[in-house]
């Protein structure tokens, strides 16, 4: 335990329990965490041309990453994400494939689950679905899509996740809700890995949080978007935030008679005195987010010492860079980790 306080320190990281009975809990999560073992992802951006994007994919595939993602956005840069693992796929072996995360309102779960099954296939079943309620006002107000309260695009995200995981299991679609309609349709051929892609399911709300345990393979918790749908929630950044959701995920995974793996984003990173190009979201956040995950400081041996301790005490796995201008910054990082998570 000294020696646990001390590593606690340097990373400048307080555990979930220290005393009393929740100490039980703790154990707990040590017990899951020391049989799942650690995996690295990166977001890569879009690249100017095809030749920049085959060269990017390729050095992905060539270091010690598991895992390449990309994200959905309408507005601005952004690749189709779908096309881009497509043409990923065709590009690589070994390397994982996701997206963090797909918006469920931007295109009807019947149909993407016939995209992701045939995506699973052509990839020799590399594939992680990531889906999510959707959050970034601007996409939605410049496709000219309702920005519907959180509670109603989580509901429409539950009959998504439903008709999708239908589709992948029987190969068949027979669903009517009351956002979705999908009936008689044969989703042939099926994805290659069983029951279909390791699904993401991403939020920092306490509704979605719940909802991805009980229903996701992979939680990806992050922070709270604001109410306008711009930016981060003030109230939801920072240690203690980051605490709450990581038990709240355990409590029902638990109540449910699951076991999940637990995901965040590294934001910002600074190894040795090769700083990040900062999250834009950060800014007035920094200093509160610096004790959490989501910002890697330090040398490479400190860097590798939190994240081994957030998996050890708080059952953090998959830790997904935000940023691919980190990558190089990270490998050094990932290689130290994973020689000690073996």
């Known amino acids: 335990m000294a020696r646990a306080q001390e590593c606690v320190d340097r ?64 507005s601005g840069l952004r690749y189709a994400p779908m096309v881009a693992l497509a043409a990923a796929a065709q590009l690589t072996d070994r390397i994982r494939l996701g997206v963090l995360v797909l918006a469920n309102d931007y295109r009807h779960p019947a149909v993407l689950a016939k995209e992701a099954a045939t995506l699973d296939l052509l990839s020799g079943g590399r594939l992680e679905l990531g889906m999510g309620a959707g959050w970034m006002r601007s996409d939605y107000d410049s496709a000219g899509i309702a920005f519907d309260s959180p509670r109603v695009r989580l509901a429409r995200l539950r009959e998504g996740v439903r008709i999708v995981r239908e589709a992948w299991k029987s190969g068949q679609s027979d669903f009517t809700g009351e956002f979705y309609t999908a009936t ?94 900062l999250h834009p979201t950060l800014g007035n956040h920094l200093d509160a987010m610096r004790p959490t995950p989501f910002i890697m400081e330090g040398s490479v041996e400190s860097v590798a010492e939190k994240i081994l301790l957030w998996h050890e005490l708080h059952n953090v796995s998959y830790f997904v860079l935000a940023n691919d201008s980190d990558v190089e910054k990270m490998i050094p990082v990932v290689q130290r980790v994973k020689e000690q998570n073996r």
């Not at 809990?25 to 650690?38: F, G, P, S, V, Y």
């Not at 690295?40 to 085959?54: E, I, N, Y």
């Not at 996701?216 to 604001?226: F, H, K, P, S």
Request: glycine residues 8%; charged residues 25%.
């Open 184 to 277: 008689g349709l044969d989703h042939a051929p099926l994805p290659v890995q069983d029951g279909g892609p390791p699904l993401l399911l991403g939020g920092g709300g306490p509704q979605m949080l719940r909802f991805a345990a009980r229903e996701g393979d992979i939680v990806n918790v992050t922070t709270r978007t604001a109410i306008d749908g711009r930016g981060v929630a003030p109230d939801d950044v920072g240690l203690e935030p980051l605490l709450r959701k990581l038990e709240l995920v355990h409590d029902a995974a638990k109540e449910a008679d699951r076991e999940v793996e637990i995901s965040v984003g590294i934001r910002a990173v600074a190894i040795e005195d090769r700083l990040s190009e």
């Open 11 to 74: 990373a400048r990281l307080v555990p979930i329990w220290t005393n009393g009975p929740q100490l039980t809990h703790i154990h707990e999560l040590r017990d899951t965490a020391m049989t799942r073992k650690i995996r690295f992802g990166a977001t890569l951006a879009p690249s100017v041309s095809a030749k920049q994007w085959r060269e990017r994919v390729a050095a992905l595939e060539d270091s010690p990453f598991d895992v390449l993602l990309v994200n959905d956005h309408l």
